[in-house]
T-cell receptor, first 115, second 113 residues
Framework: GENVEQHPSTLSVQEGDSAVIKCTYS??????FPWYKQELGKGPQLIID?????GEKKDQRIAVTLNKTAKHFSLHITETQPEDSAVYFC??????????????FGTGTRLQVTL | DSGVTQTPKHLITATGQRVTLRCSPR?????VYWYQQSLDQGLQFLIQ???????AKGNILERFSAQQFPDLHSELNLSSLELGDSALYFC????????????FGEGSWLTVV
């Protein structure tokens, strides 16, 4: 099955700096790569996603890049703000048959943005 | 607010007991997923239902079962509970097929004492 590795497990940046979180996946059939942000006591919230036919996607201060050859994808947050502090999860979808689908998650990165 | 509703939000029960967690997917979504989140295991996929039928199975214990009803809400039944079953249980939903964005509910905190 799919295996997703995520690094680093914790990341501390100063407000205004950039943060980069990296993930690798094992299943070359995976074709959908979302990123989720989870705040304390809440469910994971989708912040950006990318599909395998696209190399990069940007949404304001957040961008995701995908390298299918190397099987890795990254989340980039620019001009970080204190409200960006949370746990971030990458995931890969390995389902490719009919209506069966599941996301395999990375182990999470705890991002702390300090003033 | 993702539109996925889970009840109860918190639950404390004793070992050996049985509990039922309930999930209402976003309006129009046909797929429901259950995930378990614990400190040492991260987010683990348990099971997926699509329009009432089981579609994918993950690391779900035999003591656990789920179903999706005709109105598309889903229930996760956890029986013969053990201390190690204490975790956050998330339900998520998506509209249709593989590769769709899935949206998570706020979770049900289960504490087994």
């Amino acid at each position: 099955g799919e295996n997703v590795e995520q690094h680093p497990s914790t990341l501390s940046v100063q407000e205004g700096d950039s943060a980069v979180i990296k993930c690798t996946y094992s299943d070359s059939a995976s074709n959908y790569f979302p990123w989720y942000k989870q705040e304390l006591g809440k469910g994971p919230q989708l912040i950006i996603d990318i599909r395998s036919n696209v190399g990069e996607k940007k949404d304001q201060r957040i961008a995701v890049t995908l390298n299918k050859t190397a099987k890795h994808f990254s989340l980039h947050i620019t001009e970080t703000q204190p409200e960006d502090s949370a746990v971030y999860f990458c995931a890969a979808s390995s389902g490719n048959t009919g209506t069966a689908s599941k996301l395999t998650f990375g182990t999470g990165t705890r991002l702390q943005v300090t003033l | 607010d993702s539109g996925v509703t889970q009840t109860p939000k918190h639950l404390i029960t004793a070992t050996g007991q049985r509990v039922t967690l309930r999930c209402s997917p976003r309006s129009g979504d046909l797929s429901v997923y259950w995930y378990q989140q614990s400190l040492d295991q991260g987010l683990q996929f348990l099971i997926q239902y699509y329009n009432g039928e089981e579609r994918a199975k993950g690391n779900i214990l035999e003591r656990f079962s789920a179903q999706q009803f005709p109105d598309l809400h889903s229930e996760l039944n956890l029986s013969s509970l053990e201390l190690g079953d204490s975790a956050l249980y998330f339900c998520a939903s998506s509209p249709w097929v593989v590769g769709d964005t899935i949206y998570f509910g706020e979770g049900s905190w289960l504490t087994v004492v």
